[in-house]
């Protein structure tokens, strides 16, 4: 149980365009959803909180206009990386915490974004 | 947040025990303290968590003394695939909080 899910693993984009990632709670219904982003051979770092039904709470540092999130459901949320330049190129990763697993996040496979 | 504090890395060898301390002496009253392993190009994954004394599941034991300034990750008989780094965090509010990560600590088991 606890299973998270991305999508896409992977993209590559042109630089100036817009990517959009998807992360959904597959066995559990999400409250509150996490992204993260993690650069080569770095930790990872909080970028925003996303609980069902209201805006995102962004890290200090994290543009909001740039990386918009959408928490539209319980099992849905979206991170769309708008007019992406290289220096977004990183490693997105979401987790989730719900009703039925309150004490901890877990994890979706990550998306790796490349922006040429 | 309570900060956390591990090494950097670790080397061990295949059907040995490895024991990962991780330091957390700030550690607050509701704090629990969660262990996460990641692979490269790969999201965490939760291994263990608690809050005191000793909690054990089928991958791993976790180690809590009664100050609760520090804790270890016990991985019995590790194998080649247990390489990979390990993050120790601390955090209270369940799982509402957004997680800081340190550094984690580079387990690499060799044959």
């Known amino acids: 149980g606890a299973v998270v899910s991305q999508h896409p693993s992977w993209v590559i984009c042109k630089s100036g365009t817009s990517v959009k990632i998807e992360c959904r709670s597959l066995?559990?219904?999400?409250?509150?959803m996490f992204w993260y982003r993690q650069f080569p051979k770095q930790s990872l770092m909080l970028m925003a909180t996303s609980n069902e039904g209201s805006k995102a709470t962004y890290e200090q540092g994290v543009e909001k206009d740039k990386f918009l999130i959408n928490h539209a459901s319980l099992t849905l949320s979206t991170l769309t990386v708008t007019s992406a330049h290289p220096e977004d190129s990183s490693f997105y990763i979401c987790?989730?915490?719900?009703?039925?697993?309150?004490?901890?996040?877990?994890f979706g496979p990550g998306t790796r974004l490349l922006v040429l | 947040l309570a900060k956390t504090t591990q090494p950097i890395s670790m080397d061990s060898y295949e059907g040995q025990e490895v024991n990962i301390t991780c330091s957390h002496n700030?550690?607050?009253?509701?704090?629990?303290i969660t262990w996460y392993q990641q692979f490269p190009s790969q999201g965490p994954r939760f291994i263990i968590q608690?809050?005191?004394t000793k909690v054990t599941n089928e991958v791993a034991s976790l180690f809590i003394p009664a100050d609760r300034k520090s804790s270890t990750l016990s991985l019995p008989r590790v194998s080649l695939s247990d390489t990979a780094v390990y993050y120790c965090l601390v955090s209270s509010g369940g799982g509402a909080d957004g997680l800081t990560f340190g550094k984690g600590t580079h387990l690499i088991i060799q044959p």
């Open positions: 987790s989730a915490t719900g009703f039925r697993v309150q004490e901890t996040q877990y």
């Open positions: 066995d559990f219904q999400a409250t509150t």
């Open positions: 608690g809050y005191k």
């Open positions: 700030n550690i607050a009253t509701n704090d629990y």
